[in-house]
């Protein structure tokens, strides 16, 4: 399918120009949120890991593995809000 140019917003990557039809596709990556942290954007900082194991070794997918954990603790917190009736997650909801 074409793309309407004049109805796009343009995107630089560097010296291309890149239309699309939706911005929020452009925010995403063109992905949801849950594809969005799997394909790359990480909630945890490797080096972070890195600095509270101090002294110990740390395994190229502890990281990953701690990632996963995180967007699991999230999902179900965001379920327990939206079990009660509200829109904002909070420290409860762990």
């Given amino acids: 399918m074409p793309i309407d140019v004049a109805r796009t ?8 120009t890149i239309y699309l039809n ?24 490797k080096a972070k890991i890195k600095d509270y194991a101090t002294g110990y070794n740390v395994a190229g ?13 999230i999902k179900d917190a965001v379920k327990r809000a939206d079990a ?5 997650v909070m420290a409860k909801d762990l």
């Fill in 22 to 45: 939706d911005w929020e596709t452009a925010k995403t990556g063109g992905m949801s949120p849950e594809k969005n942290i799997r394909g790359g954007n990480m909630l945890v900082v």
């Fill in 9 to 16: 917003k343009p995107i630089l990557f560097s010296m291309t």
């Fill in 84 to 88: 009660n009736g509200r829109r904002t």
């Fill in 61 to 73: 997918d502890f990281a990953d593995a701690l990632n996963e954990k995180a967007v699991q603790i």
